[in-house]
């Protein structure tokens, strides 16, 4: 069974940086794809990036384009998530996710999970 653990979240001034990670287990943990996404008090998730595993591709969300990189490290079955220029409006839960199998739809595939725990991201003013 997959398991995905997130951590690195925490307090931010706006203008700074973060970097959040997840680590994926499992005894043949191989996606096809991992991602990123958010949920702020009183919102739906949403979607902030993703990555494949095998050429490393990625798409983003056009709220983060140019803020956010997702990276990964497949030795580790880690996704990384570097936060730059963080604003207020960034202040949400961050939950990564993983598709196992090949898809053409991947945001739909990895809404199914499965999902880490999450972790607060909180950018003040």
């Known amino acids: 069974q997959v398991q995905l653990v997130e951590s690195g979240g925490g307090p931010v001034q706006a203008g700074g940086s973060l970097n959040i990670s997840c680590a994926g287990s499992?005894?043949?943990?191989?996606?096809?794809?991992m991602g990123w996404f958010r949920q702020a008090p009183g919102k739906e998730r949403e979607f902030v990036a993703a990555?494949?595993?095998?050429?490393?591709?990625?798409d983003y969300a056009d709220s983060v384009k140019g803020r956010f990189t997702i990276s990964r490290d497949k030795a580790k079955h880690t996704v990384y998530l570097q936060m730059n220029s963080l604003k207020p409006e960034d202040t949400a839960v961050y939950y990564c996710?993983?598709?196992?199998?090949?898809?053409?739809?991947?945001?739909?595939?990895?809404?199914?999970?499965?999902w880490g725990q999450g972790t607060q991201v909180t950018v003040s003013s």
């Open positions: 996710a993983a598709t196992l199998g090949y898809t053409d739809y991947l945001i739909i595939a990895l809404r199914s999970g499965p």
């Open positions: 990555i494949r595993w095998s050429g490393g591709s990625t």
């Open positions: 499992g005894r043949t943990f191989s996606p096809f794809a």
